[in-house]
């Protein structure tokens, strides 16, 4: 096949002011988690241009339902919510068949991890993870419960708001997107470290979720849409 796969393959280039700061001043955790010298560009390979394949028969799909433990079994604590959206790529296209991973902390902001080793009540009805494929037209959907808040360990006043953490695996590992959500309105948005790490204005509110409008149901779900783009100009910046 004449011509590398770079040149058959473009994708935009990164821009740093639409991404998480690569050290935060005041988290610690960045200096684990950021290169410290400058990335060594290559040419890039099928191995990044068509994997990973087949991710639907290795991982475990179909549970979109946080707000519970078990189907049909008693709801978690916390008020409902149901998050939807579009996995997008850089043209604005949907993209179909994407592993979209959903996991986040519980109501009072305990998640169920081992690290996690605050003094914040577990629930025993809430899982906290869920994954599922987008459809045709890039769709996901997921119930839950609205985490809460809960304090940095390494911090004296450093508070996280209220946030999903989401993972995506697109067509290739070029599309490869982690990144978290946030609610809109929330106060402690203002003095995250990690959301107000993110210069560019526009792409920071790439972060926040749409609040849907509101109605009164059988179910009283606060609905909220957030939309997922892997790559180009409109990007969801990265936050892990």
């Not at 902001?109 to 037209?137: A, C, Q, W």
């Amino acid at each position: 096949m004449p011509g590398s796969a770079e040149s058959q393959v473009a994708y935009f280039p990164y821009e740093d002011n639409t991404q998480t700061a690569r050290e935060i001043e005041g988290y610690s955790r960045t200096l684990t988690r950021t290169p410290l010298k400058a990335l060594v560009k290559r040419p890039l390979t099928l191995s990044e241009l068509t994997g990973p394949t087949g991710l639907e028969g290795k991982l475990k799909i179909g549970n979109n339902d946080l707000s519970r433990a078990v189907p049909g079994g008693p709801p978690a604590l916390g008020q409902r919510i149901q998050i939807c959206g579009r996995v997008l790529d850089e043209e604005g296209a949907p993209v179909c068949g994407a592993v979209v991973e959903m996991w986040q902390a519980n109501a009072a902001g305990k998640y169920i991890h081992e690290y996690d080793k605050t003094d914040s009540p577990v629930d025993p009805n809430f899982i906290g993870t869920g994954r599922m494929l987008s459809d045709e037209e890039g769709r996901f959907e997921f119930l839950s419960i609205k985490p809460g808040a809960y304090p940095v360990p390494e911090s004296d006043w450093w508070w996280r708001p209220p946030h999903v953490h989401f993972s995506i695996f697109g067509p290739s590992w070029m599309s490869r997107l982690v990144t978290q959500m946030f609610f809109p309105g929330d106060p402690l948005n203002e003095s995250d470290l990690l959301l107000t790490s993110v210069k560019d204005e526009e792409a920071r509110q790439r972060l926040i979720a749409q609040l849907l409008p509101t109605k009164v149901g059988a179910n009283n779900i606060l609905q909220f849409r957030h939309d997922l783009v892997l790559r180009g100009k409109r990007i969801t910046p990265s936050l892990d």
